[in-house]
């Protein structure tokens, strides 16, 4: 499908709402898998401990991984996300495993590959592939030492190398288009971008592009200070196929920020909540019908192009968000406008 990905999809959009599948943490968490099945044969003699290293399962409990996706995919999800949310060479430091950033994520676009291809052939319907690139546990924008506001541990340079290595193996595993989620630091969202647009110029091709950030608290900003209007006209520039909002919140309470977003911006937009707000023991407890009569109600009200879920969400989430859709007119996209916009925390608008 990779070829006229960006056609399908824009084609599919226009049509009706898109979905996108729900959590993989949640669901490898249902595995309960051991040290040692993480570790695999591979790994058995690895110096460190990789349990929760979830990417690392695309290498050691393939078939498990494919089944997630698969599960997803007959639940109703267009679109399937990688397991590689953590397959950068900045995140897989903290388990020593930086030299198998390119593996992880080539393997990872091949199983929802295979996936998506199998479910597709069962009933005709075409499905697509969304490499998954995390933000990494590093800010380019925000200290660590909170006795230092200057310092940085990570530079523009390095996240930009970090994320040109995941994006090339996203591309030559399968993926469809390539999803910029969970973005809390909007310099960190740039480096991608830039690092994206470097892959595509380097092989000499292009895939759609989803961008996702995430509204930390009910302060409606980002963890870098923006509101969602001033995310977006910081990114504006890359000519995203959707822009959005996952993580963080439950539907309820990204509603309003999803308002926003619908209200000014002028591509597809997606919104991923989690399962509700988590409870005490960290878990969420929104149900699938809960979660599915509030996206149903973003749908209604034509704030969405493409739905699914974040954490705590699994394929009964997404089975009964898709029901909830599945006759809801997507959003009408407006058309842009010429006006300066810019963004700092605030967005900024220049009326002639």
């Given at each position: 499908?990779?070829?006229?990905?960006?056609?399908?999809?824009?084609?599919?959009?226009?049509?009706?709402?898109?979905?996108?599948?729900?959590?993989?943490?949640?669901?490898?968490?249902?595995?309960?898998?051991?040290?040692?099945?993480?570790?695999?044969d591979?790994?058995?003699?690895?110096p460190?401990?990789?349990?929760?290293?979830?990417?690392?399962?695309?290498?050691?409990?393939?078939?498990?991984?494919?089944a997630?996706?698969?599960?997803?995919?007959?639940?109703g999800?267009?679109i399937?996300?990688?397991?590689?949310?953590s397959?950068t060479?900045?995140?897989?430091?903290?388990?020593?495993?930086?030299?198998l950033?390119?593996?992880?994520n080539?393997?990872g676009?091949?199983?929802?590959?295979?996936?998506?291809?199998?479910?597709?052939?069962e009933?005709?319907?075409p499905?697509?592939?969304?490499?998954?690139?995390?933000?990494?546990?590093?800010?380019a924008?925000?200290?660590?030492?909170?006795?230092?506001?200057?310092?940085?541990?990570?530079?523009?340079?390095?996240?930009?190398?970090?994320?040109?290595?995941?994006?090339?193996?996203?591309?030559?595993?399968?993926?469809?288009?390539?999803?910029?989620?969970?973005?809390?630091d909007?310099?960190?969202?740039?480096?991608?971008?830039?690092?994206?647009?470097?892959?595509?110029?380097?092989?000499?091709?292009r895939?759609?592009?989803?961008?996702?950030?995430?509204?930390t608290?009910?302060?409606?900003?980002?963890?870098?200070?923006?509101?969602?209007?001033?995310?977006w006209?910081?990114?504006?520039?890359a000519?995203?196929?959707?822009?959005?909002?996952?993580?963080?919140?439950?539907?309820?309470?990204?509603?309003?920020?999803?308002?926003?977003?619908?209200?000014?911006?002028?591509?597809?937009?997606?919104a991923?909540?989690?399962?509700?707000?988590?409870?005490?023991?960290?878990?969420y407890?929104?149900?699938p019908?809960?979660?599915?009569?509030?996206?149903?109600?973003?749908?209604r009200?034509?704030?969405?192009?493409?739905?699914?879920?974040?954490?705590?969400?699994?394929?009964?989430?997404?089975?009964?968000?898709?029901?909830?859709?599945?006759?809801?007119?997507?959003?009408?996209?407006?058309?842009?406008?010429?006006?300066?916009?810019?963004?700092?925390?605030?967005?900024?608008?220049?009326?002639?």
């Open positions: 499908m990779t070829q006229d990905a960006e056609t399908a999809l824009r084609a599919t959009a226009a049509k009706r709402i898109l979905v996108l599948d729900g959590a993989m943490g949640t669901m490898i968490q249902q595995h309960r898998f051991t040290e040692a099945d993480f570790r695999g591979r790994f058995a003699d690895w460190q401990d990789v349990r929760g290293n979830n990417d690392l399962l695309n290498l050691t409990q393939p078939e498990a991984i494919k997630i996706h698969v599960a997803y995919l007959r639940a999800a267009d399937v996300e990688t397991n590689t949310f397959s060479t900045i995140a897989q430091a903290d388990y020593g495993m930086e030299a950033a390119y593996e992880l080539r393997e676009a091949r199983l929802a590959r295979a996936a998506a291809d199998e479910v597709a052939a009933d005709g319907r499905r697509f592939v969304a490499g998954a690139i995390g933000p990494t546990n590093r800010s924008s925000i200290s660590p030492d909170v006795n230092n506001p200057g310092f940085r541990n990570i530079s523009f340079d390095e996240l930009v190398a970090a994320y040109g290595e995941a994006t090339r193996g996203l591309i030559d595993g399968g993926a469809d288009l390539i999803l910029i989620e969970t973005i809390f909007t310099l960190n969202a740039k480096a991608a971008v830039a690092a994206v647009e470097d892959v595509f110029a380097e092989k000499g091709m895939l759609p592009v989803m961008i996702s950030g995430t509204i608290d009910r302060s409606g900003r980002t963890l870098s200070g923006q509101t969602p209007t001033a995310f006209y910081s990114l504006r520039h000519h995203p196929l959707s822009i959005g909002l996952n993580c963080a919140l439950g539907a309820k309470e990204m509603r309003a920020h999803i308002e926003e977003l619908a209200r000014g911006a002028d591509t597809l937009v997606c991923y909540p989690n399962a509700g707000l988590p409870n005490e023991f960290g878990e407890d929104e149900s019908e809960g979660m599915a009569k509030a996206l149903g109600g973003f749908a009200t034509g704030l969405v192009n493409i739905v699914g879920g974040c954490c705590g969400t699994t394929p009964d989430h997404i089975k009964a968000i898709a029901e909830a859709v599945k006759d809801v007119p997507p959003r009408a996209v407006p058309e842009a406008d010429s006006k300066l916009r810019l963004s700092g925390l605030e967005a900024f608008e220049v009326v002639a």
